[in-house]
């Protein structure tokens, strides 16, 4: 990808923080982990709930574009940032940094396993690596998280919470001998909520 290009009619920052992109080349995400450059403050970046990247206030419409960006975002224990090896920017997310928003199935060794695409087109292949969880929504229903990488995780779009309550199963708690109603995939359960009230808030 040519970042120049790229970047046109974008600020400073956002040039410089897209050419370090590129420059750490090779397909997938950089990695941010090993970098700790000094921290520069805030720019006007914002990813939305709905998965869409903002600069500026304006929708960034180059898939291109947001997939280089997310090749350096990380996750801070105070701050979500874009980092390069030579500076670190503080972003808004408003929820998760990514969306999750398909769902495929495959046979292996520790049973099925559900493969799990991003809106930026991450694969995670859901079970202990790469867990599903839960947290409680404003209307009390349960809004699921799918990780990604490091301390990244994708939200689950509505239409795919749908796809996944129509492959969950009913397992019994051994611990409790709770009947549990969730997800089974690549040799791990995720519980979503007690059998008898299976599908509640979901």
Not at 48 to 73: E, Q
Not at 127 to 135: D, S
Request: with cysteine; charged share 20%; proline share 6%.
């Amino acid at each position: 990808m040519n970042t120049n290009a790229a970047a046109a009619g974008m600020g400073g920052a956002a040039q410089r923080l897209l050419a370090g992109a590129g420059a750490a080349g090779g397909r997938g995400p950089a990695p941010v982990h090993l970098w700790n450059p000094p921290y520069c403050g805030e720019i006007d970046m914002r990813i939305a709930a709905d998965g869409s990247w903002h600069y500026n206030g304006t929708p960034i419409h180059r898939p291109a574009m947001v997939k280089l960006f997310a090749t350096i975002l990380r996750k801070d224990p105070e701050r979500h940032v874009l980092v390069t090896p030579v500076e670190r920017v503080g972003i808004k997310v408003d929820d998760a940094p990514f969306l999750a928003v398909d769902v495929d199935s495959e046979a292996t060794a520790g049973g099925e396993t559900l493969f799990i695409r991003t809106n930026l087109d991450d694969i995670v292949a859901l079970g202990a690596e790469h867990p599903l969880r839960f947290e409680t929504a404003r209307d009390g229903g349960l809004k699921p998280y799918v990780h990604v990488r490091g301390d990244l995780w994708a939200l689950v779009s509505r239409s795919l919470v749908h796809d996944l309550v129509a492959r969950a199963v009913v397992e019994t708690d051994p611990a409790t001998g709770r009947d549990l109603f969730g997800i089974r995939s690549g040799g791990a359960f995720f519980a979503m909520a007690p059998a008898d009230a299976s599908g509640g808030g979901m």
